[in-house]
């Protein structure tokens, strides 16, 4: 379908305890009542979080996601680049990208240094 | 009574997730004035906190998405997040329902909002509620500014709520604190996570602080479109703060701590309004 119903399951899966069981123990089954495209579906299920970005998912909505798949925080940011490149600009919402595909922002330790 | 306490913090996820890969001199100096507004808080000695939060698609998506909502509920639970990503353990939280309806009664005298009995908390409340009730003693009152999914009120009806709350405050009996919760400028969530803009950070503070309503509801400067550009998706999060400036009625403002701490993707910031 669209955005719309990627990040509708996204937020239901992101509260909801007995979904998210329902989703690690066959994840294209508890996408079925949602109208998603293939690639969208193949994002999800993989998890893609570069596509997921890509697509627009809300940045909020995303980072809870990753959590739940337990993605460090700097490998959470990296996917979404990595995603920029593979699959070129956030295609709509708020969440865009502002930076360069090599820029960095934060230290992966702000004591210790590092590349994000 | 009335309101007996306002003021405003950071609600950002990594201040508890991140805590170890943060500057551990800036991250405790921040830290400490946490722990100040907690002393603070509770030497009000208010019987319920409102905390108004921009809330992350833990309870409200598009498919029904209010610009206000106040919660109205004995008992809430959070963090929605798994618990060792942010730092902080799932429990329940206590609320109070009886405090909650009337407070929302009294607001909606003046300003259309929704309620919910059911209410699930994610780092905008669990966040700074790990640092200012860590025993949670205060009952709480959830209330929500729509600052994710677009259209957004405008800030000049964030101050009208605020302004609601206030005379809510005033009708009720209780000892009523208001804290509001949320980042200055920041783009969190996203690969820009860690970009802050300090200078615009320090000037909204400024005008909050001197509670200047026409300078904060300034068209020009704070519509979202340059918000975006200047502040990020995180900056629409200042309808929290102007939620406040509106609700303390005038009171002018102390900054106890607002500086960058990138891993936390904000300018971490407490400040509270001299009500006296």
């Known amino acids: 379908m669209t955005l719309y119903a990627v990040q509708k399951f996204l937020y239901e899966l992101n509260r909801t305890p007995s979904l998210q069981t329902a989703y690690s123990n066959n994840r294209h089954a508890v996408l079925e009542p949602y109208d998603l495209t293939e690639e969208e579906q193949e994002a999800l299920v993989a998890p893609d979080i570069g596509k997921l970005f890509h697509i627009g998912v809300n940045g909020q909505i995303l980072m809870h996601f990753a959590a739940f798949h337990h993605i460090e925080w700097q490998d959470y940011l990296q996917r979404m680049r990595d995603g920029i490149a593979t699959y070129g600009p956030v295609r709509e919402g708020v969440y865009a990208m502002t930076t360069g595909i090599d820029e960095v922002v934060v230290a992966h330790n702000e004591a210790g240094g590092g590349s994000s | ?276």
């Open chain 2, 1 to 276: 009574m009335s309101l007996v306490f306002a003021g405003v913090c950071s609600h950002a996820p990594g201040i508890t997730g991140r805590a170890h890969m943060a500057d551990p001199e800036v991250r405790d100096r921040f830290y400490e004035s946490f722990h100040q507004m907690s002393r603070d808080l509770h030497a009000a000695q208010p019987d319920a906190l409102v905390i108004i939060a921009a809330e992350h698609f833990a309870n409200f998506f598009m498919n029904n998405m209010p610009s206000f909502a106040i919660g109205m509920a004995d008992t809430y639970e959070g963090p929605i997040e798994d618990p060792g990503w942010l730092g902080i353990q799932r429990r329940q939280v206590r609320g109070n329902r009886d405090i909650s309806q009337r407070f929302i009664a009294e607001v909606m005298n003046s300003t259309d909002i929704a309620y919910a009995e059911e209410w699930k908390f994610d780092h905008g409340i669990m966040v700074p509620l790990h640092f200012l009730t860590p025993d949670y003693d205060i009952p709480v009152i959830p209330v929500n500014v729509n600052c994710q999914g677009p259209p957004l009120a405008p800030l000049h009806r964030a101050w009208a709520f605020g302004e609601a709350m206030r005379r809510a405050c005033d009708a009720l009996p209780e000892r009523i604190a208001i804290i509001g919760t949320g980042g200055i400028s920041h783009w969190p969530a996203t690969p820009d996570s860690g970009k802050i803009n300090k200078a615009w950070d320090h000037e909204f503070m400024r005008l909050w602080c001197a509670n200047d309503k026409d300078a904060l509801l300034n068209a020009e400067k704070y519509n979202d479109l340059q918000v975006y550009s200047d502040a990020g998706q995180g900056g629409f999060e200042i309808r929290t703060f102007i939620t406040v400036a509106a609700a303390a009625g005038g009171a002018k403002g102390t900054v106890h701590f607002c500086e960058p701490i990138p891993i936390f993707a904000v300018s971490c910031t407490v400040a509270t309004y001299d009500l006296a």
